[in-house]
DNA sequence: CATTTTTATCTTGACGTCGAGATACTCTAG
DNA sequence: CTAGAGTATCTCGACGTCAAGATAAAAATG
């Protein structure tokens, strides 16, 4: 029986080249993070593409997600906003400022708070980020293809346990 | 017995939400990916603490590690670089140009091809990048903490399937 | 009530990246 | 040998983000 061969990818270059020149360090935990972290990146370029079809940028996504999943009616404050979105607030300003000039949000006054503002999804702003949301799960979809059902449950529930904690120390 | 209770995570709270909004779509594949994406944004942050330690930014680790990886005598052109690292050839000018200054690589002609230079680590640039490097692995070490062996290889297996399409796809 | 502290948002300037274009040199074909 | 194509690097203007500070209103304190 042969062994079984087990293709390699970016990350065992890295790994090895690694291993050759500092042979006096551990690097396995670069099997799991430098694969998470690369990951990473080539999905973001996947959602951008994937975004494309429908003229949104990611950053743009990302707010108008946020919004549509807060439920009808679609209202959330840019303080809300930023938590959800992890940018800081002179960057949402600049954000809902051209979403706005885009039709795709609107900013109302807050009722209770006269210091408040609520951002608003239009009706265009929410058909756009429904049909982008069912594509990017589609593509999403078939990035996983490859995996059985039991090894996506498997990592799902791995990749949960590695989040935990830096979800947990936060605020 | 009683139901074992899987703690929950942001992602849990994200999925929720748009299982509630959307229950038409299969957002199954959030499970894994979305969780891919916080990770890997939760692990930049926490490279970027570990580096303080050293006065490193990330993108001086990237471009230092790269060559450090190259071996003897540490040298790699600026187009190799930008390979490595994944910018641009402006990025790269840049960056090169702000290690120059901070003495920690040295640009050098090419001897062998007039148009072309090529980027060194310095004695200083190495010594930072060694110990910037092992202690980023103790950190991921801890990180990973409370996973077992077993667990973290079939995940590196995993990730190295949903990795490679992408390696493979540019040339 | 008046004062202080806290909260919510926006403004601004600095910074790093991108990407198109410029420049200089090398390689290939005839 | 020369013209044209290709390659390596740098220059520069536009853009998005950040972080500190400004402004305004609300909440807490006495």
Redesign the interface.
Known sequence: MGTLR??E????R?IE??R???PD?????????S??????????RARSQAFDTHGLESWEFDVLAAL????TPYQLSPGKLLKET?VTSGTMTNRVDRLTARGLVERLPDPHDRRGVLVQLTPAGRDKV?AA??DL?TH??A??G??SDD?????????????????LEKH
Chains 1, 2 share one sequence.
């Open positions: 087990i293709m990818d970016e990350v065992d890295l080249a690694w050759r020149e500092r360090l551990d690097v396995a935990p670069m099997e799991v993070l694969r998470v972290s690369r990951l990473a990146r080539h999905l973001d549509r999943r807060a439920g992890l429904d949301m069912a799960l999403e979809r990035l996983l490859g995996l090894d996506q449950q498997k990592i799902a529930r791995v990749l949960r346990e590695l989040v935990r904690p830096f979800d």
